[in-house]
């Protein structure tokens, strides 16, 4: 009997000590598991302020982007606003320019206005394919010098604006040493307009030229009313 009690104290002791291990290993289990969750916890809380702080930056930038495109849009209407007065007032003395070179101009049935542009046929000015003017071409030009120096003393500096000179020829190619095509002839004879203009007063920063060559004619045909009506210089006061 003896022997059966020692064995049955002996397998308690061993089932206690096993029991006793498992207690301890599920300790330590549970303080790292502990520990881990901490450490997690730790890295949310950082998280939740960098996406806070994130929340805050992007708000801020949104105000402030709205703050700017309200500006932009005052600007906008503010720019749009002087705009408008200034093409009111170049609408103006575009007005009291038309009317000075119409009266400058009124015994000249060559001299045609179309819409806003003052038209020269460019056998007024110049000879056939050149486009150094005529004596009488010069004397035309002269008036108009006149009338221009005349406006530019009235309009105001803020406003700015040009004469704008363009050279336009007819459909037939013109293919000599000098001008090539009808691009040359028409910038040539545009710019020698205007070399002339500032030669009478007018300022070089008011005058542009451009050529056109066939390439904007007024009326379409092929017959030599259209060729000469297509031949021509036209003048505009414009914006710049």
């Given at each position: 009997m003896a022997g059966l009690g020692d064995s049955r104290a002996q397998t308690a002791e061993t089932?206690?000590?096993?029991?006793?291990?498992?207690?301890?290993?599920?300790?330590?289990?549970?303080?790292e598991a502990l520990a881990k969750v901490d450490l997690l916890n730790q890295q949310l809380?950082?998280?939740?302020?960098?996406?806070?702080?994130?929340?805050?930056?992007?708000?801020?930038?949104?105000?402030?982007?709205?703050?700017?495109?309200?500006?932009?849009?005052?600007?906008?209407?503010?720019?749009?606003?002087?705009?408008?007065?200034q093409v009111q007032e170049l609408q103006r003395y575009r007005s009291d320019f038309f009317g000075r070179l119409r009266e400058l101009l009124r015994d000249r049935k060559d001299i045609r206005v179309v819409g806003d542009r003052f038209v020269f046929q460019s056998e007024v000015l110049f000879p056939s394919g050149q486009a150094q003017m005529t004596?009488?071409?010069?004397?035309?030009?002269?008036?108009?010098?006149?009338?221009?120096?005349?406006?530019?003393?009235q309009i105001p500096t803020e406003v700015d604006w040009v004469i704008q000179v363009d050279g336009h020829t007819d459909q037939r190619p013109i293919a000599s040493r000098e001008f090539p095509s009808n691009w040359e002839l028409s910038s040539a004879r545009a710019i020698s307009v205007v070399k002339y203009l500032i030669s009478k007063g007018v300022s070089p920063h008011r005058v542009v030229a451009a050529g056109y060559g066939e390439f904007a004619p007024l009326e379409v045909g092929a017959t030599d009313e259209i060729f000469r009506r297509n031949r021509r210089i036209e003048l505009k006061l414009t914006n710049r």
């Open positions: 089932r206690i000590s096993a029991l006793s291990k498992e207690l301890v290993d599920e300790k330590n289990i549970s303080g809380l950082a998280l939740r302020r960098q996406i806070a702080a994130l929340n805050e930056a992007l708000q801020a930038a949104e105000a402030k982007d709205k703050d700017s495109q309200a500006r932009i849009t005052d600007l906008g209407a503010r720019l749009n606003l002087v705009l408008a007065r004596v009488e071409g010069l004397a035309a030009i002269d008036q108009l010098a006149q009338a221009i120096v005349e406006v530019e003393r």
